[in-house]
C-alpha cells in the first residue's frame, strides 16, 4: 500500500501561485495513476485533476483548466499540483488521491490527508 502526504498549503492573494506536493511512500509509485481532489467548506469534494503513471497524459477540472498544472517525478514518489492564477473559489483543503488498478474515477483507493489553500481577495 501507498501512504500519501501532502505539504505546500497556505495562504495567498487572489492572482497568487502555491505548489502542492505529495510525497508517497512505498513500492512502485510508478504503478499508481495519481491524482487532486479539493473540498471547500460546506461542499462536496471534487476532482482536481489526475495524471497517469508514466505521466504522460494529465486530465483537470474545466474550473482549473489553464491555470493548473499536475506533475509527478517517480524518481522522488512525488506528485505536484501548480496553481497559479488564484481565485478565492479555489480556497479549499486540497487531498492527493492514488489509483491502483482501478478506473473508479471518482473513489480513489489512497488519500491523502489534506491540506489547507486559501486564496484572499
Known amino acids: 500500500q501507498v501512504q500519501l502526504v501532502e505539504s505546500g498549503g497556505g495562504l495567498v492573494q487572489a492572482g497568487g501561485s502555491l505548489r502542492l506536493s505529495c510525497a508517497a511512500s512505498?513500492?512502485?509509485?510508478?504503478?499508481?495513476?495519481m491524482g487532486w481532489f479539493r473540498q471547500a467548506s460546506g461542499k462536496e469534494r471534487e476532482f482536481v485533476a489526475r495524471?497517469?503513471?508514466?505521466?504522460?497524459?494529465?486530465y483537470y477540472a474545466d474550473s482549473v483548466k489553464g491555470r493548473f498544472t499536475i506533475s509527478r517525478d517517480n524518481a522522488k514518489n512525488t506528485v505536484y499540483l501548480q496553481m497559479n492564477s488564484l481565485k478565492p473559489d479555489d480556497t479549499a483543503v486540497y487531498y492527493c488521491a492514488g489509483w491502483l488498478y482501478s478506473t473508479d474515477w471518482s473513489r480513489p483507493g489512497y488519500w491523502g490527508q489534506g491540506t489547507q489553500v486559501t486564496v484572499s481577495s
Open positions: 495524471i497517469t503513471g508514466r505521466g504522460d497524459t494529465t
Open positions: 512505498g513500492r512502485a509509485f510508478s504503478a499508481y495513476v
